[in-house]
């Protein structure tokens, strides 16, 4: 039998196998006794003649300590299996994670060995490109939610409860986008400030289900996704396998960086590459770093039934160092009898070299179009032209070309202003994070009629729900697929805090109490409209037939002039009107 990492269980035994081929020595810590492994090429391995289910384990792996060498062997530190499925409890954040000699032992939660997990027959997924993908946080979307039992709030089964699922029916949603569940932990500068991560964009171990969220582990998640195909709503999940919670130098030592430092990407001096501002870049250039990505892709897919993923500062996973469309981890998506068919979404950016790559995906990626948020809202605040406005409407040909749309066209998403913060504010109000309102986009596309903030002025807040709706009324209206942030429907607010990553508490949770229930009828009758004519909106027909005021023919100059404030257009025999004076998006058959 071939040895491959991660543990297996058979009717003969389990086996355990790690990779760290420069380590001296590695230690199975099975139920707090160590065990001694034994080399085996780049993996050190034990086996047992026993069925371990059920049993806790981490490594203690010995070596030099020499991190300015990529050498970060510590026998002190308890390691989490990178290729555990289960853990014991959540991550916290210590200083003796990077303190060299101390123990972990009392920190590091242990990966629970699971024996063999049943698999979901593969299916084709449930989705269909040109709907409407809903993007949830799934801590803060049902902590305040009346009609969810207590016990349930803030975790993956809760979205199997049937008032949730009525709300996604009712809104047609074809899949909910779960931003991260997979284990994490808190950046090392949040604690002490009394705050942690809402968001889970910090991974540790990429398939293990965090067990604040997911406590029934990976049973919760199939369950939950199952309830949810019952009702016609697919799931993606957004995964982060662009750098792990161990941070940079100063992170702690946690599980690779512990094992097997090659799977982070070095500049040439050797110092870790930060292409994504978290301190730490996972080397995609390596095969076992693109196995490690397979494999969790795979586990998802086989033994939870998900339909796709959303992949998180997605050029990472293409460079080496520099972002190439024919990087290997694309074909090996493809040749994946598990992956091949799912459904692909890129966040097609990071902060490195050449790391804006909108466009640059394959043919079988969508990905997200923060070009189409940016020019809507530049478009209603009164500073983009309708040419402008018509190459989002049209599906983005100038960056994705004239087929079927590829564009995930979004207002906001969890990263920035909220829908209604961005009619609101002006500026970000960021202070409650602790970083004296330097972090977040400072320069996010907002207006505030006005006012910064909130404010009791009957024309001022009338002003702000026509421009939102407006808004919405262009996404809906726009060729390819959408995707709208839990609670935009019905108006959630920030409070200006367009960085809400460290707000666990009621910045970020929905206010099902105080929704705009109006604006929530709006954008379901959107909704429903859309749902029933999703094949006009996969690909922009070669004439759309694009008219000005009162019906005239577009002039060159009409396009481009900042006094043009009407334009309509033709989807067969969907007839789309959008009025900037009058604040009005118009849907005709």
Not at 12 to 17: D, K, M, Q, R, S
Not at 18 to 43: F, N, T
Not at 208 to 218: E, N, Q, R, T
Request: proline content about 6%; charged content about 20%; aromatic content about 8%.
């Amino acid at each position: 039998m071939s040895i491959t990492p991660g543990v297996t269980v058979t009717p003969t035994g389990t086996t355990f196998a790690v990779r760290a081929p420069q380590a001296r020595a590695v230690a199975l810590v099975l139920d707090d006794a160590p065990i001694v492994m034994e080399r085996a090429g780049d993996l050190w391995v034990a086996q047992l003649a026993r069925d371990c289910t059920g049993a806790l384990y981490g490594y203690r792996a010995d070596g030099d300590w020499a991190p300015e060498r990529g050498l970060w062997f510590d026998p002190a530190k308890l390691l989490v299996d990178p290729y555990a499925v289960e853990l014991d409890r959540r991550f916290r954040q210590h200083p003796a994670l990077g303190q060299f000699g101390v123990d972990t032992a009392p920190l590091v939660p242990r990966a629970r060995v699971i024996g063999p997990l049943p698999e979901v027959p593969r299916t084709a997924p449930c989705f269909a490109r040109g709907g409407l993908i809903y993007e949830v946080n799934v801590r803060g979307f049902t902590m305040q939610h009346p009609d969810v039992p207590s016990p349930l709030r803030g975790t993956v089964a809760a979205l199997a409860h049937p008032a949730i699922i009525a709300h996604l029916k009712m809104l047609h949603i074809s899949a909910v986008e779960l931003m991260p569940i997979v284990a994490w932990i808190d950046e090392r500068h949040l604690p002490p400030l009394g705050l942690s991560n809402a968001w889970g964009y910090n991974p540790v171990a990429m398939m293990a289900l965090d067990p604040g969220l997911c406590p029934g582990g990976v049973a919760e998640l199939r369950e939950t996704v199952a309830a949810l195909h019952a009702a016609g709503i697919g799931v993606i999940l957004d995964l982060v396998l662009n750098h792990s919670g161990e941070s940079d130098r100063h992170g702690g030592v946690l599980s690779l960086r512990g094992l097997d430092d090659s799977h982070y990407a070095k500049e040439p001096d050797g110092q870790l590459s930060n292409v994504t501002g978290c301190g730490n870049t996972l080397d995609f250039a390596q095969p076992h770093v693109r196995a490690l990505a397979l494999a969790t892709m795979c586990h998802f897919v086989r033994h939870a039934g998900v339909d796709g993923f959303r992949f998180d500062l997605a050029p990472v996973l293409a460079r080496s160092p520099d972002f190439d469309p024919a990087a290997p981890i694309f074909a090996e998506i493809a040749a994946d009898p598990w992956l091949a068919d799912r459904v692909l979404i890129a966040e097609p950016w990071d902060i490195g070299p050449g790391g804006y790559a909108l466009g640059r995906f394959p043919a079988n990626w969508l990905e997200w179009n923060d070009r189409f948020r940016d020019d809507v809202r530049r478009f209603w605040r009164g500073d983009a032209t309708i040419g402008t406005l018509a190459t989002r409407l049209a599906g983005s040909s100038d960056v994705f070309g004239t087929g079927p749309s590829r564009s995930v066209n979004f207002l906001a998403a969890h990263d920035g202003f909220t829908l209604a913060d961005c009619v609101t504010y002006a500026q970000r109000h960021n202070l409650a994070n602790g970083e004296e309102n330097r972090d977040g986009h400072g320069g996010e596309v907002s207006w505030n009629h006005g006012v910064e903030g909130p404010t009791d002025d009957p024309r001022i807040r009338a002003a702000r729900k026509a421009d939102v709706e407006a808004m919405l009324g262009t996404l809906f209206a726009s060729t390819g697929t959408l995707l709208l942030t839990a609670g935009d429907e019905f108006g959630r607010t920030q409070g200006g805090n367009n960085n809400a990553y460290a707000q666990d508490n009621a910045t970020s949770w929905l206010d099902w109490e105080g929704r705009d229930r109006e604006l929530e009828a709006h954008v379901a009758r959107l909704a429903a409209w859309r749902a029933g004519r999703l094949d006009v909106f996969q690909r922009f027909p070669a004439d759309g037939h694009w008219r000005g005021e009162g019906g005239a023919k577009l002039t060159a100059e009409d396009w481009q002039s900042a006094d043009s404030h009407t334009v309509s257009f033709s989807l067969g025999a969907v007839k789309i009107a959008v009025d900037r004076r009058a604040r009005e998006v118009h849907f005709t058959e």
